[in-house]
């Protein structure tokens, strides 16, 4: 028995080895940038990064002001773009970055993308106020639905991101959630790769459903007074002038109308086309998903918002 | 999958995360009992396979339960008795409770379904409704199992156990309970009742068999039905050659998938100290059906052999029983593996190919290792080996479709002109592993599985086979698929 229990022990070693070898040259997982929290609380990545996505198809990487992205060559007739894993787009190259298309299409313009996978609205607007300082001509904020009600810490408490407890208005800053062990995990490659193929479900499903015996109400009816507190907090803190909302096709057309009826720039994204958006395995846009809003965004752009952009 | 529904709720396969956690605590803990405490080993057994087989839907033990008390009581009193009518009657009571488990989960519904298609054939209607049953996982294999012992007891073969415990470890024993192989009371009751040693070169192998059927399973099985199902979900769509690209896909994908599960079954018994039967020996080097059937489900096949063929005559009667006892058992063997005609009509095309051999007495022609001592087949092997494997591939058809219709379209459009057109569907990949699959079945075909003796490599060769099948299996893991044979 123990020459057995020795044998296995000396094997796996030795496969965990080799596992880590094929990983790391095969790019079976995707390398995974650090986070850090810049000094104005804002949770972004360690600038001069790069790595490959899965596969090793392309390279993603962080500029240094430590966003996803190439930096524009001048930051004159600037155009920012804030948002999450959407805009943040690790999976697909540079060339299907919203900055890339929307300069081959308007070229008179400098893009700038400021993204991080899991944003909430209120730290887009957190992250647009600094970009205020570069004087853009206009702020695209890609937002939606799950975007908005997670900028609520009432509606679902999350430490990892910045949110607006609307009993209180304060703006609870996120914090780096579990920073040690995530660099050990995306470090030993072989880990991370069995993490992301096999991943733990440790969800306990409830049989009792408190919605069954109460009237379904849809979420935005739910929770409308505290999205409501959240604009009005919004519209109170921050420069919204040189803002638009651009909302993913999803978003629940209630939310709209309630940015629309406070005066709020808005572009609605419209994916109702034949050809598909996304991916087959990941609702994140694929480069011909990202030409279609890029296309949308300048249309938009340039009918709704000449003011903005001249 | 034929008509046959299955619903299963949270699953241990042997495939799975929960299940790479549950093998190593049972085999630490039986270890640490201690060969010495049988009885505490075979608690454990027991337990283990109760929590293994609850995890599927513990309501369902109450009928392994159940059948495991009736069989243990109707095996001691079958031993007090000798009057010849009250022990048949005590052993048609064990068969009447198993087969009726069986046919009520099992068969009910397809009954009722084909009394009532009668009756509206001749224009009546009969108005009996199906019931909503979930079929119990496994059910056909413990229920044989157990049903081999009171026969085995009732022809004096086998003295009956006082073991209820250890008796309850052979019926439930987790490793082969849901899948088979279907194990004989005289082989694997004994063993409960004997010191189990732990020896390192019985569990080295037991390993290197469950990383081969690992490998069968989750690389070949599971890639082979990802084209197999499409293939036979679209078959209109696609031209002949393609549909006998997915009909091999499928001969493919239910090999790797239930040999796979038998290898893996019968590598973690030798981790407990136990050895099963060996239920493939690799088929699809057959030369002709009769071997074919000699190589396949071998545990099925020769129960069916031992407790229904040769009770009804075998082949010792005349050329008329010859061919009703063929057709039983190739239809009751169809029948076996689910309620639908498609399987029935399986069990009889394999009658319809077997027959020629029986009645030419050439059924026992090919009972050799093929080509043996050499590399390579001669060309007759060859073209025998590819003529059996079609003639099964045919078969496999109706055993996949959904219905008889939908296999008679599917042939219809392989044997049509587009036969000789180019692949609409070539997975290369997929086809290559076959391939490394197939070569490494063949040069280890003289074992018991493809890798039992793989000793001969040097130490660092062997592990760095082990690592590429591995890595194998995890860069081909696809959708995980479920284990065919569980459904019957």
């Known amino acids: 028995m123990k020459k057995f229990i020795i044998n296995i022990i000396i094997f796996f070693l030795i496969a965990l080895v080799f596992g880590e070898v094929v990983v790391r040259m095969t790019h079976a997982t995707s390398d995974i940038p650090r986070r850090t929290i810049d000094k104005f609380g804002i949770q972004k990545y360690y600038p001069n990064q790069t790595g490959y996505w899965q596969g090793g198809s392309h390279q993603w990487m962080i500029n240094k002001l430590g966003w996803p992205g190439q930096l524009p060559n001048s930051y004159d007739n600037l155009i920012a773009i804030v948002g999450d894993s959407f805009i943040e787009n690790f999976m697909n190259p540079s060339a299907c970055h919203q900055s890339f298309i929307l300069k081959k299409e308007m070229p008179a313009y400098n893009f700038l993308e400021a993204a991080r996978s899991g944003v909430t609205l209120i730290e887009s607007l957190e992250i647009s106020k600094h970009i205020d300082t570069l004087n853009p001509k206009t702020i695209l904020i890609h937002t939606g639905s799950s975007d908005i009600y997670e900028s609520i810490s009432e509606i679902k408490y999350q430490t990892d991101v910045t949110q607006l407890s609307t009993d209180d208005k304060v703006l609870q800053r996120g914090k780096l959630k579990s920073p040690g062990l995530k660099k050990v995990l995306y470090s030993w490659k072989l880990l991370y790769y069995f993490y992301n193929r096999f991943p733990l479900n440790l969800t306990i499903n409830s049989t009792k459903s408190t919605e069954n015996r109460t009237i379904v109400r849809s979420k935005f009816e739910i929770h409308e007074t505290r999205v409501r507190i959240l604009l009005d907090y919004i519209k109170d803190h921050y420069n919204l002038d040189n803002k638009i909302f651009v909302f993913k096709p999803s978003s629940e057309k209630d939310l709209v109308d309630m940015f629309k009826s406070l005066g709020l720039n808005t572009i609605i994204l419209d994916s109702s086309e034949e050809s598909s958006w996304t991916f087959d395995y990941d609702s994140h846009w694929t480069c011909y998903g990202h030409e279609r809003v890029a296309n949308q965004i300048k249309l938009a752009l340039i009918r709704d918002f000449p003011n903005l952009i001249n | ?488």
């Open chain 2, 1 to 488: 999958m034929g008509n046959t529904s299955i619903e299963l709720c949270t699953n241990m396969f042997f495939n799975s995360i929960e299940f790479f956690i549950f093998l190593p605590i049972v085999f630490s803990l039986y270890w640490l009992i201690g060969a010495k405490n049988i009885k505490s080993q075979n608690f454990l057994i027991v337990l283990a396979s109760y929590v293994f087989y609850g995890w599927w839907d513990w309501r369902f033990l109450s009928l392994i339960l159940f059948s495991s008390i009736v069989d243990y009581s109707i095996g001691l009193a079958l031993d007090k008795q000798n009057k010849s009518s009250y022990r048949k009657t005590l052993l048609w009571i064990s068969i009447s409770v198993n087969l009726g488990f069986l046919g009520f989960f099992k068969y009910y519904n397809f009954f009722i379904d084909s009394l009532r298609d009668s009756f509206t054939f001749f224009g009546a209607d009969l108005n009996i409704s199906t019931l909503n049953i979930i079929l119990p996982v496994g059910i056909s294999f413990y229920t044989f199992q157990t049903l081999s012992y009171t026969i085995d007891v009732f022809n004096k073969k086998l003295k009956p156990t006082k073991d209820i415990v250890g008796f309850m470890a052979f019926v439930s024993f987790f490793p082969q309970l849901v899948a088979g192989p279907i194990e004989r009371a005289t082989n694997l009751l004994p063993q409960f009742s004997i010191e189990r040693k732990f020896v390192y070169r019985d569990a080295v192998n037991g390993l290197r068999q469950i990383l081969w059927g690992l490998f069968k399973k989750i690389v070949i099985a599971d890639n082979c039905a990802k084209y197999a199902n499409l293939i036979f979900n679209n078959h209109t769509d696609y031209n002949g050659s393609t549909l006998l690209l997915g009909a091999f896909f499928f001969a493919f994908q239910i090999y790797g998938d239930f040999s796979g599960y038998s290898d893996i079954a019968i590598g973690i018994s030798r981790l407990f100290g136990f050895n099963l039967k060996r239920n493939f020996a690799y088929p699809y080097f057959s030369r002709d059906i009769a071997e074919f059937w000699r190589r396949w489900h071998i545990s099925l096949s020769t129960w069916f052999r031992d407790y229904l063929y040769i009770p009804l005559g075998g082949s010792k009667g005349g050329l008329k029983m010859k061919i009703r006892n063929t057709f039983i058992i190739f239809i009751v063997s169809g029948l076996w593996h689910g309620a639908n005609w498609t399987f029935i009509i399986w069990g009889a095309l394999n009658a319809f190919y077997f027959l020629p051999l029986l009645l030419t007495n050439r059924n026992r022609v090919n009972t050799d290792l093929i080509a043996q001592g050499n590399y390579f087949p001669s060309l007759k092997e060859a073209s025998q080996m590819f003529l059996t494997f079609l003639l099964t591939t045919i078969a496999w058809v109706f055993f996949r479709a959904d219905s008889v219709g939908h296999a008679i379209s599917y042939l219809q459009h392989i044997f049509s002109s587009s036969l000789f057109f180019k692949f609409e569907i070539f997975p290369s990949t997929i086809l290559i592993l076959v391939m490394f699959f197939l070569i490494t079945e063949w040069l280890g075909r003289s074992g018991n599985y493809a890798l039992e003796k793989i000793d001969f490599l040097f130490k660092p060769l062997r592990w760095a086979f082990y690592i590429l099948l591995i890595i194998l299996m995890f860069s081909f893991t696809g959708e995980e698929q479920q284990f065919i044979y569980f459904q019957f």
